[in-house]
């Protein structure tokens, strides 16, 4: 069973006052097949979790260790860690000017696996996946999110993930910018390639609406770069109900 260990992590950000301490010490393991939600309040570090996982150079890794079935992903480089079965659905997906989606998911499948997929095979797989995420069939031709609306991209980010079938999938805030139809098609994409592959998620939201189609089964509260409190689904709920006013008080408040 695939394995991602985070271990008492630290993580700082060059900002224009120097470099800045987001994470405090992080800890949390995630199993093939789990899923587990990260909530918190803007600036707790949850994105900074993200890109510390997939190797952001913006940020420093300046304490503790990340471990995929124990091999130490911080000694990776960026694409290492994707060949290694790392996967990032980014917040605010990049426009890739001249590469179009069949190109980049080609060379990306052919990077991952050591070799290019059949073309017959692989032309199948992308109509099945495009027409089960409402796309039409002539992003496959556009440029790689270029002229995409939000929702669009949000839905091209899943089109990657389940092609690509990583062991372990980081989703940052995939749920922001969707109305209620993309929401669920997006949920749905998501789910097929959990049930699919066994895949292991670790799914960063504020809100528990998309945790009504994707259902955690395990939720982690970030505040102030620390994990400050963690149960099951009923705590998204309980969080629901009463924000995070609990946990914004005196010293935490202040970091």
Request: aromatic share 6%; proline share 3%; no cysteine.
């Given at each position: 069973?695939?394995?991602?260990?985070?271990?008492?992590?630290?993580?700082?950000?060059?900002?224009?006052?120097?470099?800045?301490?987001?994470?405090?010490?992080?800890?949390?393991?995630?199993?093939?097949?789990?899923?587990?939600?990260?909530?918190?309040?803007?600036?707790?570090?949850?994105?900074?979790?993200?890109?510390?996982?997939?190797?952001?150079?913006?940020?420093?890794?300046?304490?503790?260790?990340?471990?995929?079935?124990?091999?130490?992903?911080?000694?990776?480089?960026?694409?290492?860690?994707?060949?290694?079965?790392?996967?990032?659905?980014?917040?605010?997906?990049?426009?890739?000017?001249?590469?179009?989606?069949?190109?980049?998911?080609?060379?990306?499948?052919?990077?991952?696996?050591?070799e290019a997929p059949s073309i017959r095979t692989w032309v199948k797989?992308?109509?099945?996946?495009?027409?089960?995420?409402?796309?039409?069939?002539?992003?496959?031709?556009?440029?790689?999110?270029?002229?995409?609306?939000?929702?669009?991209?949000?839905?091209?980010?899943?089109?990657?993930?389940?092609?690509?079938?990583?062991?372990?999938?980081?989703?940052?805030?995939?749920?922001?910018?969707?109305?209620?139809?993309?929401?669920?098609?997006?949920s749905e994409g998501v789910n097929?390639?959990?049930?699919?592959?066994?895949?292991?998620?670790?799914?960063?939201?504020?809100?528990?609406?998309?945790?009504?189609?994707?259902?955690?089964?395990?939720?982690?509260?970030?505040?102030?770069?620390?994990?400050?409190?963690?149960?099951?689904?009923?705590?998204?709920?309980?969080?629901?109900?009463?924000?995070?006013?609990?946990?914004?008080?005196?010293?935490?408040?202040?970091?």
């Amino acid at each position: 069973m695939s394995t991602l260990t985070i271990a008492d992590l630290q993580v700082s950000v060059a900002t224009d006052q120097g470099q800045k301490q987001i994470l405090r010490g992080v800890d949390l393991t995630i199993k093939e097949g789990e899923i587990h939600a990260i909530m918190g309040p803007n600036g707790s570090g949850k994105s900074t979790l993200a890109y510390a996982i997939a190797g952001h150079p913006k940020y420093t890794v300046d304490g503790g260790s990340i471990t995929l079935d124990g091999e130490d992903v911080l000694a990776m480089s960026v694409d290492e860690r994707a060949r290694a079965g790392l996967f990032l659905a980014m917040q605010y997906p990049v426009e890739i000017p001249g590469v179009t989606n069949t190109n980049f998911l080609r060379t990306a499948k052919t990077a991952i696996d050591g070799e290019a997929p059949s073309i017959r095979t692989w032309v199948k797989d992308v109509r099945e996946s495009m027409g089960k995420l409402r796309m039409d069939s002539t992003f496959a031709e556009r440029n790689v999110n270029e002229g995409f609306s939000g929702g669009e991209k949000k839905r091209n980010e899943i089109l990657q993930l389940e092609l690509l079938k990583p062991k372990f999938a980081v989703l940052d805030e995939t749920d922001s910018g969707l109305d209620v139809d993309a929401l669920k098609i997006v949920s749905e994409g998501v789910n097929r390639a959990h049930q699919a592959t066994g895949l292991g998620i670790l799914l960063i939201t504020h809100y528990t609406r998309i945790l009504r189609y994707i259902s955690p089964d395990f939720v982690h509260v970030f505040v102030a770069g620390r994990v400050a409190e963690e149960g099951g689904a009923e705590l998204a709920e309980r969080l629901e109900e009463e924000g995070y006013d609990r946990f914004l008080t005196g010293e935490t408040a202040a970091v």
